[in-house]
């Protein structure tokens, strides 16, 4: 009896093993995904043919990229399941638009987005349809973003961060009033009861949202805005000319003393920057009535407008692990007083500006990196069909700068596809520098 019994639990056993051993097997398996792209209902949702397809494991950072076909499809074969972001592009000139729509648009060159942040792959799943929308084009984009600060003991970590803002086009641009806003938003892909499927928030849940789904699709949340000061024509920037905003709008390069007298040393001084001609700074000791120790104000430099404060933060801090994303936008004071702010579905005590996707110029999304540190997006396709990143990591001394598309009677015009993937690279950190 006991022989027969133990003969058994050995049989059973070995079942649940194997049943284990083929479901590892099954998990691991490559599998073929198709990407089917389609435009929109503005354009009769035709197939967007001959378009730029990358999708990245959001836990390896392993990255494939294929051209869709005549019909619209990209296909991916025997890549390893898990979840994945889709970042789609296509860049279309004036003769095909007008050839594929049947009218002539009103610009040279007309992009297209499209994005999928947490698309799950797997056995099961054969095709996934992705909407392309056109970009928005403005004169003025998001040029640089020094958000990663240098090394914590010979630099200066985050002091010495700052954003760069460039004429893109062929006229003179007038920054007055422009506003720089910080997005807020999840840092982590985790699935829960007050997030969407991507792991971002689902603003939809935010106490006293009323919106519905439209919380989600047709806004952004801040935590933070600058507001550029003017009367309308007292800053302006000429075509193929930057205006660079300061966290401290010092020479980071060299020793300096901190509010409470303390002298702060730089023993690395090629590692970080001199931002004293910056042309703005910002300085919450005026607008917070406190002083922060390291929030230094440079007499020189104009200071921002605080047009919204939403968090605890005593300066223009940018996350130098990257999991934020930068949006400029213009309204005038008396709209932006309307807009309304809400907690995060979490709850927590803090309030984010609701700000909608219509009124926004550029925005650039950053991320920790491809892998686990993937950040869910905060932007519209439309606005950012992709993210960048610094591979440096964190207090590296390097930035985020747009590519060089081309250089017309001396004017560097940088590339704008709304697809900070494609649109973007690292460098070391250089004010009015280009890549």
Known sequence: ?????????TFLLGLLIQSCSNNDDEALRPVNLSISLKYDETFNNLATKNSTVVIVNNETGNKYTAQTDENGIASFNQILP??????ATKVMLSAEFTETFGYTPTEDEINFNGTETSLAVNSETVSKEIIMKTSRVGEFVIKQIYYGGSDTKKGAIFRDQFIEIYNNSNEVQYADGLLIAQLYGTNVTTVYSYTLSTGQFDWS??????????ANTDYVYASNIFRIPGNGTEHPVQPGKSIVIAQNA???????SDNLGKTVSILNPELTVDLSGSDFESFLGTYLGDLYQFDIQNPAVPDLEIAYWGNGNNDMILDPNGRQAIAIFNMNAA???TLKSYKNPKGDKNLYLQIPH????DGVEMTKDLGSGFVPKKLPAEIDGGNTYLTSGPYSSKSVIRKTKTTIGGRIILQDTNNSTNDFVEIT???????
């Open 1 to 9: 009896m006991k022989k027969t019994f133990l003969l058994s639990i």
């Open 82 to 87: 898990g979840i994945y972001s889709v970042s």
């Open 205 to 214: 849940k935010s106490a006293d949202m009323t919106l519905g789904d439209a």
């Open 250 to 256: 010092i020479n980071h390069q060299a020793n300096y």
């Open 335 to 337: 709209t932006l007083a």
């Open 358 to 361: 219509s009124v926004l110029i």
């Open 429 to 435: 950190a250089n004010p009015r520098g280009f890549n």
